[in-house]
């Protein structure tokens, strides 16, 4: 059956560091992979979109990159912030058929 | 602010009410979704709407009944619930259904509380 990984429930960083996020994938083949933020008790928020021909994709501080042969996506976050405070959901998808979010990372920047 | 909006924010019921949810978006998207959210678990999704009509329901319960008036307005109705259902519940909409358009739009959720 298909299954989605992220690397870790919790990841704590420091203020000003690249907070890196992973996102495995297991039994299909996306066609495209999205990232969204949540923060406590709101809907996600949409933050990027990458598709199976992209390598990556970058927004300001955000950076994403997709391969299909790892079957992974990683999700960077430069010089980050504490404001960058939240979990992070992957969303690898078929042409939107079945639109499933990974367990989430919740990322907490220390300052 | 979000584009999607869901009322009401908060909701608690008895086991034995009929209440529902309620989603509207104006944003002329096609496709309108509900999760289900429990506390440190990603969104569960429930059902699809594609066109107004019902695309996907993940076996979802019966207790939990959508209903999709126009393209821009989507319920959830709710009968004998069980205390394992408090929840938050999303709604979201998105241009297409089952191509790769492009971002869900969430609403804030409704947090339902069954007793």
């Known amino acids: 059956s298909q299954k989605i990984e992220q690397n870790s429930e919790a990841l704590n960083i420091q203020e000003g560091k690249t907070a890196t996020l992973t996102c495995n994938y297991t039994n299909y083949s996306p066609a495209y992979l999205q990232w969204y933020r949540q923060d406590p008790g709101r809907g996600p928020v949409f933050l990027l979109l990458i598709r199976e021909n992209e390598k990556e994709k970058r927004k300001e501080r955000l950076k994403v990159t997709f391969d299909t042969t790892l079957k992974q996506s990683l999700f960077h976050i430069t010089a980050s912030q504490p404001a960058d405070s939240a979990t992070y959901l992957c969303?690898?998808?078929?042409?939107?058929?079945?639109?499933?979010f990974g367990p989430g990372t919740r990322l907490s920047v220390l300052p | 602010d979000t584009e999607v909006t869901q009322t009401p924010k908060h909701l608690v019921m008895g086991m034995t009410n009929k209440k529902s949810l309620k989603c509207e978006q104006h944003m002329g998207h096609r496709a309108m979704y509900w999760y289900k959210q429990k506390a440190k678990k990603p969104p569960e999704l429930m059902f699809v709407?594609?066109?107004?009509?019902?695309?996907i329901n993940e076996s979802v319960p019966s207790r939990f009944s959508p209903e999709c008036p126009n393209s821009s307005l989507l319920n959830l109705h709710l009968h004998a619930l069980q205390p394992e259902d408090s929840a938050l519940y999303l709604c979201?909409?998105?241009?297409?259904?089952?191509?790769?358009?492009?971002?869900?739009?969430f609403g804030e959720g409704s947090r339902l509380t069954v007793l």
């Open positions: 969303a690898p998808d078929n042409y939107g058929q079945n639109f499933v």
């Open positions: 979201a909409s998105s241009q297409e259904a089952g191509i790769s358009t492009g971002e869900l739009f």
């Open positions: 709407y594609s066109y107004e009509k019902l695309s």
